[in-house]
């Protein structure tokens, strides 16, 4: 009777796996439209994205323009001052090696004119023709001929201002215009920037 016995049961009851209620045609359907959209990289509908890697950029440092020309901005006190320190090094420059000569100082004197008028800041701008040709007159100091100390040196430089007039006066016409064409710019752009941030009515 014991050879009879029924033997335990290896696995345990069968469990019925769940059937999908869907048909096998909208199965099918699924699951091919499933594999083209991971072929194409879509993302299923009511999936979340997940967030995407930030990519950290290191910033690099850029490159200084080497063509650019200086352009500072100088105040009234501070373009006066260069004016005239260059002006005195060029009239020294001109009595060494072009003996003197008051046309080769004229030459030099209008590029300085056109930069003093430039580099000079906004709110300074009606300093330049100012400082202009008190600047010609220090640099005519080491050039002026006279003979008997303080006064003859005076007169010197008195004769010299006198036979350079169209220097001083060309180089301050300069100045002059610059400054002006500055201006213009200035007070153009100061409306159209109150026009833009005026409301439309």
């Not at 440092?61 to 060029?90: D, E, I, K, Q, Y």
């Not at 005076?154 to 169209?166: E, H, R």
Request: net charge positive; glycine share 12%.
């Amino acid at each position: 009777m014991e050879q009879y016995r029924t033997r335990p049961a290896r696995y345990g009851p069968r469990r019925d796996r769940p059937r999908s209620s869907l048909p096998p045609q909208a199965k099918r359907g699924a699951e091919s439209e499933a594999a083209v959209r991971a072929e194409r990289g879509e993302r299923a509908p009511g999936a979340q994205r997940r967030p995407a890697a930030v990519r950290r950029t290191s910033s690099a440092p850029a490159a200084p323009h080497a063509g650019r020309l200086p352009n500072p901005r100088l105040t009234g006190l501070g373009s006066g001052l260069f004016c005239g320190l260059v002006m005195f090094l060029l009239g020294g420059l001109s009595a060494v090696l072009f003996g003197a000569s008051l046309t080769a100082y004229g030459v030099l004197f209008l590029p300085v004119c056109v930069l003093t008028a430039v580099w000079v800041r906004r709110g300074d701008l009606m300093i330049a023709p100012v400082v202009v040709p008190i600047a010609f007159a220090v640099g005519l100091l080491p050039m002026a001929d006279g003979d008997g100390g303080t006064g003859g040196r005076l007169m010197g430089l008195v004769t010299a201002l006198a036979t350079q007039a169209g220097w001083l006066y060309g180089g301050t016409l300069v100045a002059g215009l610059i400054v002006i064409v500055r201006r213009i710019r200035l007070m153009h752009r100061r409306r159209t920037a109150a026009a833009g941030a005026r409301p439309p009515v």
